[in-house]
């Protein structure tokens, strides 16, 4: 289950059909979507002060009963900075969709296993540097076909962007730990450091990882160092 966040406020009319389209290119993609705003607003009006605030808390139980977040758009309304904060604090993962109307942005994995997010990784990770590290690339930077948590593990071979808040470049050069696959991206373009317990995970999804991956783990049992 999907719970679809996207603006309400504003073009009401325009904000409600793209919800509806966001729910059913989402469906399309073989997953439950549920939009609060499609849903609550039947019946309680945004305009009205008390059913606003009716509909935000119902819209939140819902929120805390799905396998995940996906917000919509680059525009995040008040409502939506809410249901971010609601999903964070409750270790919901969350996925930001920059481009809704196209369903090849969607974080839809390939495979049965969930993609990974920011809740996978250790979260003092985002200001250390990664060179060296294990790091969980955003979905949105591998193709369809290809997106599986398998391929969002990479090693952090070098690049200006390992150290935080670099002001010059923020590239890092990546390598697949299976594959040997290369990739060059921005810091930004990935969550952080993954955690021992997402690694255990990965190790026990894909057997492949754990034969490239045994190595590394002898010396201290650490497999994100």
């Not at 974080?107 to 296993?113: C, I, L, M, Q, R």
Request: charged share 20%; net charge negative; with cysteine.
């Amino acid at each position: 289950m999907v719970y679809i966040a996207s603006p309400l406020r504003g073009d009401y009319n325009t904000n409600i059909k793209n919800a509806v389209e966001y729910c059913r290119l989402a469906g399309a993609q073989g997953v439950l979507p549920l939009a609060p705003h499609i849903i609550f607003s039947q019946w309680c009006n945004d305009t009205i002060p008390e059913q606003r605030e009716k509909g935000l808390q119902l819209g939140l139980a819902l929120l805390e009963k799905v396998d995940e977040l996906w917000v919509m758009g680059t525009t995040f309304s008040q409502g939506m900075q809410g249901e971010v904060a609601f999903a964070m604090e409750h270790k919901i993962p969350i996925f930001f969709v920059s481009h809704p109307h196209d369903p090849a942005y969607y974080p839809v994995s390939a495979d049965e296993n969930r993609l990974l997010t920011s809740l996978d990784c250790t979260p003092e990770s985002r200001q250390e540097s990664y060179e060296g590290q294990f790091v969980v690339l955003r979905h949105e930077h591998i193709r369809q076909e290809y997106r599986t948590p398998r391929n969002q593990i990479w090693t952090v071979t070098h690049g200006p962007g390992c150290r935080p808040n670099y002001a010059h470049s923020d590239t890092i050069h990546l390598t697949h730990p299976v594959d040997g696959d290369r990739m060059v991206v921005g810091r930004g373009d990935v969550w952080g450091v993954p955690t021992l317990k997402t690694m255990d995970c990965i190790r026990q999804a894909y057997p492949e990882f754990d034969a490239a991956l045994q190595p590394a783990a002898e010396p201290e049992g650490e497999l994100c160092r």
